[in-house]
């Protein structure tokens, strides 16, 4: 995204990056949040999701990778399209057309020169791991060749290794990589003790009792609860841990409304990537590309705010629609 608008001469600064930096930021981030949402794999809280709605219903309900993927299609090709057009409308850039950008990536493109063997090497595991993800083994073969997710990530990550794409050294320079894992299974761990200590069915129970004593039925129940869950991320500066934090609570409360449990999953785990959108601190990409300074607090926020409405009726209703039509509920 800087490349792109230090190309174009737009600086971050008042007067320059009106030119294409400040619309190239607010899309580059809130592009993020969407495809975030399109897939388990995408970003790291959304296993945890994956596994706290097992928890919750006994394991009677699992969302698997393609279940997810497939329920996240439509919507989020909505929003793909809606989203940068809606952005467009509130901070339209100064430079509207760029005949000679096809140009210019082509002449890039023959300066990287031809496809190398490493690059190839991990076109094709990245292409296994998204089979094996998908479960498209035990779709044609039978369920004797279901692949657990770690486990194909761990044969994609074997493949790099014995290949000599990557090094072992590369590995441990991976810091952010090995923070997820250590700070994941720490919150893991809590969200399992709150549970079992009862807290998580103590709020579940009073929120749920609270919005059912408003008499607006399960939809409503389940309108406000999503609304309730989404803003509350304003007050946090990590989405695994407000998901830790708050996902079960709120999906038990949903359950006690009488939303179907698929319609509520789905919908929770989907707004729990949505709500990234919302501040400058919502989640760990956030500071990176607020910090490049083509974007000021107000309009970051004001923008956020906007798209996280438009988001959520996207998904909500077009989301609804697509996931009846499949049957999830």
Known sequence: MRSIADSFNSKPEPGSTE???????LVNYNINPITSAMFITATAPNPLIVNLIMKETGSAFELTWGMWAIAALLPALVSLIVIPLVIYWLYPPQIKITPNAQVFAKEKMRELGPVSLPEKITLSAFGLL????????????????????????LMGLSILLITGVLSWDDLLKNKGAWDTIVWFAALVMMATFLGKLGLISWLSQSVGGAIDHLGIGWIGGTVLLVLVYVYSHYFFAST????????????????????????????????????????????GTAPIIFGSGYV??????????ILSVINLIIWMVVGGLWWKWLGYW
């Open 296 to 305: 000021t607090l107000g309009e970051w926020w004001k923008t956020g705010f």
């Open 240 to 283: 695994t841990a407000h998901i830790t934090a708050m996902f079960a609570a709120f999906f038990t409360a949903g359950l006690v409304l009488g939303a179907p449990p698929a319609l509520l999953a789905l919908i929770l785990a989907f707004s729990s990537s949505l709500m990234m959108s919302l501040t400058h601190y919502g989640t």
């Open 130 to 153: 998204l089979l094996l993800w998908a479960g498209i083994p035990a779709l044609i073969l039978g369920k004797a060749w279901a692949v657990d997710p770690t486990t194909a990530a």
């Open 19 to 25: 030119k294409i930096g400040r619309y190239l930021a």
